[in-house]
């Protein structure tokens, strides 16, 4: 299992993850040049790609889906994020990419990811041996979803996005190889900053975006002695900085009495990672 992330933050979010014979990218937040020499540099192209998954409709996270409507790719969403995304083409006379949005869905090109009735819960469904599970997650979105992959005995989680994570939702992300973890901002620099404060508050809210020390206390919860990578995602870059990141993940772990020898901590920048190996 690889996953290298191509872009993280408000400027766009794109991630690739490899499982053998299965290659998936999570959302297209940045252009489709940008995709496809990230994809180049990696010795693959967008033919190589079996799935695009996208986690809501914000446009850091779909910004080049018109180029991936074109092309035959699966793509999997949730049924609030594809009629926002419809609703947004139309009332932006993109009436052409709301009608190949639909002809992809007719066609069974877009696979949409429904909530279980009266449940907090996603259908779950496997993709080339692949399990994968979405998560529901709250944002100020139509209807937002993270990922829990699972392959081969192992464990990848995907979490950016979202105010909180529901603890119901711990017995699917415990423990696994490899995290995503949103960590969005520290509160007093946001506070203090230029954002209006509507925006602030939003953020702050249940439905904004990750603090610091709620990624950490939640981190506290599910990591386990399979983790092996953490990947600090989404950091503003206005309202956080890599130095609190890492000294608040040092005091919440310590605080909660978690062992992190052996895992290697990552604190995304807003371009290319490395392809990391679990």
Avoid: W
């Amino acid at each position: 299992m690889k996953v290298k992330v191509f872009s993280s933050g408000s400027s766009g979010n794109c991630t690739i993850l490899r499982f053998d014979n299965l290659n998936i990218l999570i959302d297209c937040g940045i252009t489709k040049k940008e995709i496809d020499s990230n994809l180049f540099n990696m010795g693959l192209s967008i033919n190589d790609i079996n799935a695009l998954f996208i986690t809501h409709e914000h446009i850091d996270h779909i910004k080049s889906l018109n180029s991936f409507l074109n092309n035959n790719i699966k793509i999997y969403m949730s049924l609030g994020t594809f009629e926002a995304i419809r609703e947004n083409y139309m009332s932006h006379k993109k009436e052409n990419l709301a009608y190949l949005l639909d002809e992809k869905l007719n066609n069974n090109y877009i696979y949409i990811i429904n909530r279980l009735e009266n449940s907090l819960y996603y259908e779950h469904f496997i993709l080339n041996n692949c399990d994968i599970i979405p998560l529901p997650l709250f944002h100020d979105a139509k209807e937002t979803i993270g990922f829990s992959f699972n392959f081969d005995n192992k464990r990848f989680v995907y979490i950016t996005d979202t105010g909180y994570v529901h603890q119901d939702i711990y017995p699917y992300i415990s423990n696994a190889c490899g995290y995503i973890l949103e960590s969005n901002h520290d509160p007093e620099i946001l506070m203090h900053s230029a954002r209006p404060y509507p925006l602030k508050i939003r953020i702050l809210s249940d439905h904004g975006h990750l603090s610091n020390v709620d990624s950490m206390v939640t981190l506290a919860h599910i990591m386990g002695p399979d983790t092996k990578l953490v990947m600090h995602a989404h950091i503003s870059q206005e309202c956080n900085l890599s130095q609190i990141v890492e000294f608040t993940r040092i005091k919440v772990l310590e605080e909660y009495g978690i062992i992190t020898e052996g895992v290697n901590f990552v604190i995304l920048a807003p371009r290319p990672s490395l392809e990391y190996e679990i």
